[in-house]
């Protein structure tokens, strides 16, 4: 289970492995299951984009295809999301910490979304964490879905295009970069949780 759960959090290993449907659940069980928060979205989006460039046969789909992929899990994985924070509601705020539930990451959540409103959707697409448990904060609350899927397609389409073609592009101009994975991989994963610590950090000294 451990080693399984290790190759879950390797970008590189899911993609290998576990080819374009397992990428595609892992986008969708990251923004929409509350278990996913501990995996890989944001480096593994930006290391298929890599890869289609410099390995076209691994994924074995053209960069607008796997856009389009993506967009799609990370949508539906959002509107589970939301319609699980609808049917647990309040609930979720009485259920003690576990393995794979952490109430604080819920808490972090609810104040990242009383500061920024809806466009906490768009935004939080860009931080662990909080692009797990937005869409269902967004359910427990009862936001507008029509609102809600507004900001849906919008911050999934951001931040898919984003890193995915940025990614492309440069595995195109510099077909070398996918030898320092390892390294891009680190690099993603400090940038993107500083924020995240430091919101729950300024709060919880509030």
């Avoid at 879950?8 to 374009?20: A, D, K, V």
């Avoid at 076209?56 to 699980?84: C, D, E, H, K, R």
């Avoid at 440069?170 to 390294?183: F, H, V």
Wanted: charge should be positive.
């Amino acid at each position: 289970m451990f080693e399984f759960l290790k190759q879950l959090t390797n970008p590189e290993s899911i993609i290998t492995y576990g080819g374009l449907w397992l990428l595609l659940f892992i986008v969708f069980a990251e923004t929409g299951l509350f278990i996913g928060f501990f995996l890989p979205g944001d480096s593994l989006i930006f290391i298929s984009g890599l890869l289609c460039a410099t390995k076209p046969t691994l994924l074995n789909i053209s960069i607008l295809g796997l856009i389009i992929s993506l967009i799609m899990a990370a949508v539906l994985g959002n509107v589970f999301g939301y319609w699980f924070g609808k049917k647990t509601g309040e609930a979720l705020f009485q259920k003690k910490d576990n393995f794979l539930f952490k109430k604080k990451y819920l808490i972090t959540t609810q104040l990242f979304y009383h500061k920024h409103g809806g466009k906490s959707l768009i935004l939080g697409r860009f931080l662990p964490i909080i692009r797990t448990f937005a869409p269902i904060l967004a359910g427990v609350i009862s936001v507008d879905f029509k609102k809600f899927m507004l900001y849906n397609i919008i911050g999934a389409t951001l931040w898919i295009v984003s890193l995915a073609t940025s990614a492309y592009f440069l595995g195109k101009e510099i077909p070398a970069i996918e030898n320092y994975i390892g390294y891009i991989v680190i690099f993603l994963i400090i940038i993107t949780t500083i924020p995240v610590f430091a919101t729950y950090l300024k709060n919880k000294k509030k």
